[in-house]
T-cell receptor, first 113, second 114 residues
């Protein structure tokens, strides 16, 4: 029962921007959109999160659609170290159910030199 | 802070044996999560705690799995008896609160049941 839908894989060239899409048509008003990434043989690592407005941090930007049914993680200049599996998840601010928090299989990003 | 600490990092055991995985969350974090990752199913949430109390264990696969959090700095995930299909990487994560706060993951425990 996937709450988000992501492409299985994407490719990018080094130093070019990357846009990773995520669809979450059943999002509720209290759900935050979180992005994590997982490098090979490591635990997932937090990237960014947002609720309604676009967000920027040192790692990436998060663009959220006006209806909140989709979002895009933007890596402004991909490096070889950005090659990882990227997960988009919904994370409700109600603390009572794990009905969201479904990581699934994410998008495997490959970066070519 | 040293981050989320998990032990052991690798565990190899025979079918039928009891396995105990351990986790120390980041100090001050009120939420602790246990996940399992396999190639087939990806990363799945098993159970999470708030202030040492289990809140939702609907992801625990069956009665062979149990989790406890006796205090704010320690949690265990136990499998008894273990089966080959339990082979996976088990991650522990912690966060300050729910929803608007990031989760910090540990390095994981790779479990192999032969």
């Amino acid at each position: 029962d996937a709450k988000t839908t992501q492409p299985n894989s994407m490719e990018s060239n080094e130093e070019e921007p990357v846009h990773l899409p995520c669809n979450h048509s059943t999002i509720s008003g209290t759900d935050y959109i979180h992005w994590y990434r997982q490098l090979p043989s490591q635990g997932p690592e937090y990237v960014i999160h947002g609720l309604t407005s676009n967000v920027n941090n040192r790692m990436a930007s998060l663009a959220i659609a006006e209806d909140r049914k989709s979002s895009t993680l933007i890596l402004h200049r991909a490096t070889l170290r950005d090659a990882a599996v990227y997960y988009c998840i919904l994370y409700g601010d109600y603390g009572g159910s794990q009905g969201n928090l479904i990581f699934g299989k994410g998008t495997k990003l490959s970066v070519k030199p | 802070d040293a981050g989320v600490i998990q032990s052991p990092r690798h565990e190899v055991t025979e079918m039928g044996q009891e396995v105990t995985l351990r986790c120390k969350p980041i100090s001050g974090h009120d939420y602790l999560f246990w996940y399992r990752q396999t190639m087939m199913r990806g990363l799945e949430l098993l159970i999470y705690f708030n202030n040492n109390v289990p809140i939702d264990d609907s992801g625990m696969p069956e009665d062979r799995f149990s989790a406890k959090m006796p205090n704010a700095s320690f949690s265990t995930l136990k499998i008894q008896p273990s089966e080959p299909r339990d082979s996976a990487v088990y991650f522990c994560a912690s966060s300050l609160a729910f929803g608007g706060y990031e989760q910090y993951f540990g390095p994981g425990t790779r479990l192999t049941v032969t």
